[in-house]
């Protein structure tokens, strides 16, 4: 998209602003500066943000630098024949003489956009002042050698940073659902009832019964969270868990972890569902209070409406 961009413009002057914001090698660009290598570091930043692009890329304004930092990331290939794939930055020596592996420093930097054949076609900031391409053999003249970026592990962590931050979203649903719960409850004088049965499985029977237990407290959470369908729950029975209705187990196994009951909880986090193995009991950790003790939501016969 930055084909034609030439250097003084609007867009060039994007281009250096966003590399300004991580200033790789301690200082800022300016607008007159020789710029392939801040435009190459730009796109990255541009594409994965300034701390993935910082991780993944050898950001720098400097070609020589660009180097030294591929191999601390131990992404740089030292062959001129090397075949690259789209997403490689390719270096340059403009002194190359053509004979044997150019070893020699680094002039110029540029992105490659595809190969087809033994033909690279090469997208570059800077060339002749302007966003450009350049078409040029494999193991070509003036090919100084190539970053290989882990775009393979970035997609990975990309999808990990995603995965967190869905299951970040649904425990902040689910506490505030909870807490709804709680709180509603409290106020219109539930009672506990050890038995799902007399109590209903749904927010809406619940609510018309004015009885709830432990366990219901926690699904009636998850369903209006949308975790699980209405009449859809699980219960620990103090040896293990048991479930009602097709797909609770693995509804609420993809959003949370159940503490199983013959395991001691450790390394809880607020919303974390644990189970006790010496009864049917079922409550959230909530997080600690000042003097570091444990805050659970839970609803049983001896805590109705309190926070434990």
């Not at 403009?94 to 076609?121: A, E, F, L, M």
């Not at 970035?154 to 979203?169: N, P, Q, S, W, Y």
């Not at 709680?182 to 049965?197: E, I, L, P, Q, T």
Request: proline letters at 3%; hydrophobic letters at 35%.
């Amino acid at each position: 998209s930055y084909l034609g961009t030439k250097q003084g413009s609007k867009a060039h002057k994007k281009i250096i602003d966003k590399f300004n914001e991580v200033k790789p090698d301690g200082w800022a660009m300016t607008y007159n500066a020789f710029w392939c290598a801040a435009f190459a570091s730009a796109m990255a930043i541009m594409a994965f943000g300034k701390k993935t692009a910082a991780k993944y890329f050898p950001l720098s304004a400097n070609c020589g630098n660009i180097i030294t930092k591929a191999k601390a990331k131990k992404i740089w290939k030292e062959s001129d024949s090397y075949k690259p794939k789209a997403g490689d930055w390719i270096l340059y020596d403009w002194q190359d003489s053509g004979k044997g592996d150019n070893t020699g420093s680094p002039d110029h930097v540029g992105i490659v956009r595809s190969v087809k054949g033994n033909i690279i076609h090469v997208i570059e900031g800077n060339k002749n002042k302007e966003v450009a391409e350049r078409v040029i053999q494999v193991n070509g003249k003036y090919i100084r050698g190539y970053v290989l970026p882990k775009y393979e592990a970035l997609a990975k962590a990309k999808t990990r940073a995603a995965e967190k931050k869905r299951l970040e979203k649904l425990r902040a649903t689910f506490k505030r659902k909870l807490a709804f719960v709680v709180s509603y409850a409290y106020k219109n004088h539930f009672k506990y009832d050890h038995s799902w049965r007399h109590c209903g499985t749904s927010w809406a029977q619940v609510k018309k019964t004015k009885k709830m237990n432990c366990h219901l407290m926690v699904n009636l959470a998850l369903q209006l969270a949308k975790i699980l369908e209405a009449g859809q729950i699980f219960w620990i029975n103090g040896t293990s868990i048991k479930c009602r209705g097709k797909g609770t187990a693995k509804a609420v196994k993809k959003a949370f972890a159940i503490t199983h009951p013959k395991k001691k909880p450790s390394g809880l986090i607020p919303t974390d569902i644990c189970g006790y193995s010496n009864n049917a009991h079922t409550q959230v950790y909530a997080g600690r209070n000042k003097k570091k003790q444990p805050l659970w939501y839970s609803w049983g016969p001896s805590d109705v409406g309190k926070m434990q």
